[in-house]
């Protein structure tokens, strides 16, 4: 298993521009989550679905952000216009399912996103 | 709301040393607690996990306890290494369809 799989791995982009991360969750995990970390706040939760189903998206913080996930092997967080205060790791995580009696998380290597 | 802190924010040890790190959350019914390890720059490693009805999961070095009655939970790693430097982070989960709420981590310095 080739874990939780993001790209890309560092995206540098200008003000104003959109920015679109991916995510492939590992097979069978039926959770999928979207994480953002910063110095400041640590790791803040913006999103996650239940088979491919948005869940609480509360976390998003602005309308700036979206997220969809079409089939249970791909999701996409996407900024648009994007912002200098946007600069942070997005990570991207997977549950395995329940009744499985494992509900750890496996989390991808992020990407780091600096707009300048 | 679940909250997660993580005391002290950074410890610095020499090698060879034991330590605890610490984790403390807000509502005890919680349905696992998890440590992870974070490099820099690097994503998070799972290193253990603990289901609300254990009271500790050992791994190598490393053992986790957890008392939910007094919502804590410790790290224990025995006989430091340099390597053992990174930033380990707690969270827990409050239910099985709920997000893993995370502490900020303690940054551990390994001084060989």
């Not at chain 1, 969809?68 to 200098?84: D, G, R, V």
Request: with cysteine.
């Amino acid at each position: 298993d080739a874990g939780v799989i993001q790209s890309p791995r560092h995206e540098v982009t200008e003000m104003g521009q959109e920015v679109t991360l991916r995510c492939k969750p590992i097979s069978g995990h039926d959770y999928l989550f979207w994480y953002r970390q910063t110095m400041m706040r640590g790791l803040e939760l913006l999103i996650y679905f239940n088979n491919n189903v948005p869940i609480d998206d509360s976390g998003m913080p602005e309308d700036r952000f979206s997220a969809k996930m079409p089939n249970a092997s791909f999701s996409t967080l996407k900024i648009q216009p994007s912002e200098p205060r946007d600069s942070a790791v997005y990570f991207c995580a997977s549950s395995s399912p329940q009744g499985a009696g494992h509900y750890g998380y496996t989390f991808g290597s992020g990407t780091r996103l600096t707009v300048v | 709301k679940q909250e997660v802190t993580q005391i002290p924010a950074a410890l610095s040890v020499p090698e060879g040393e034991n330590l605890v790190l610490n984790c403390s959350f807000t509502d005890s019914a919680i349905y696992n607690l998890q440590w992870f390890r974070q490099d820099p720059g690097k994503g998070l490693t799972s290193l253990l996990l603990i289901q609300s009805s254990q009271r500790e999961q050992t791994s190598g070095r490393l053992n986790a306890s957890l008392d939910k009655s007094s919502g804590r939970s410790t790290l224990y790693i025995a006989a430091s290494q340099p390597g053992d430097s990174a930033t380990y982070l707690c969270a827990v989960r409050d239910s099985g369809n709920t997000p893993l709420v995370f502490g900020k981590g303690t940054r551990l310095s390994v001084i060989a």
